[in-house]
């Protein structure tokens, strides 16, 4: 399916093109970084947190929100979403290495994180935020490969993916579960200093990721040929608003 990605008229050869001028900008600015310091980026002792973290925590939600399609789809035979959720496993995995992307270069020196490989702990949230993120990723990437490739055939998919449909349902939620209670765990931020910070990222989380999924799949429609339906699009919206009431 990858010389899919190598076909295309002359506008997606030209957005690509510019997607590839924004990576060439922002790794340029990157080594600047990695060469002078986090001082770059302006952060201090009293404002730790900026846009690296603010992304992190937004990208997380966007990622684990792909079980609200994932859940109805698969346990309840939901067939409404059938076009929109492997759109909404793909922009997972491509959420889920933002995330990590984020978290290396608000590391300082990414040479910092092979620490968590070395000496691994129970005991580190950062060590469990790894195991989370990066277990979601590799189900994301073999159930949504793998059921693509099955409906590109016109073929059920394996027997054998359906125990990893049904373990990445609470992995979405342990995902940005953990991110809470990373936030949580830092006495110095009163304001994420409570027992609740977990639903409220969920909610957020169930909020934020299908709203950009909404909008994704508008764009689609307006400028490729693939349609998910006026029902789904609508279906999402009545959960955004859902959670929207929870946070």
């Not at 770059?40 to 929100?65: C, E, H, K, P």
Request: hydrophobic content about 55%.
């Amino acid at each position: 399916m990858l010389e899919k990605a190598l076909k295309g008229s002359k506008s997606y050869w030209m957005w690509l093109f510019g997607l590839m001028v924004l990576i060439a900008i922002g790794f340029g600015f990157y080594m600047r970084q990695l060469d002078f310091g986090l001082g770059i980026t302006g952060m201090n002792r009293d404002v730790t947190w900026g846009f690296y973290i603010a992304q992190f925590t937004f990208l997380v939600g966007v990622a684990a929100s792909a079980v609200m399609l994932v859940l109805p789809y698969y346990l309840h035979d939901y067939k409404t979403f059938g076009k929109i959720t492997v759109l909404g496993e793909f922009l997972a995995v491509s959420a889920v290495l933002m995330c990590m992307l984020f978290i290396i270069v608000d590391l300082g020196q990414p040479m910092r994180l092979l620490n968590v490989l070395i000496y691994p702990t129970p005991y580190s949230m950062l060590f469990w935020d790894m195991i989370v993120l990066n277990g979601y990723l590799l189900l994301n990437i073999v159930i949504g490969w793998n059921v693509l490739d099955a409906e590109r055939n016109g073929v059920p998919y394996e027997k054998w993916l359906k125990p990893l449909i049904y373990l990445s349902i609470p992995w979405a939620v342990s995902i940005h579960t953990v991110t809470a209670f990373l936030y949580s765990g830092l006495p110095g931020r009163g304001y994420w200093l409570t027992a609740v910070l977990a639903p409220r990222f969920l909610a957020s989380a169930f909020a934020g990721g299908p709203a950009l999924l909404i909008l994704l799949a508008l764009i689609l429609r307006k400028f490729t040929s693939f349609d998910a339906g006026k029902k789904p699009i609508q279906m999402l919206a009545k959960i955004i608003t859902l959670s929207l009431i929870h946070i």
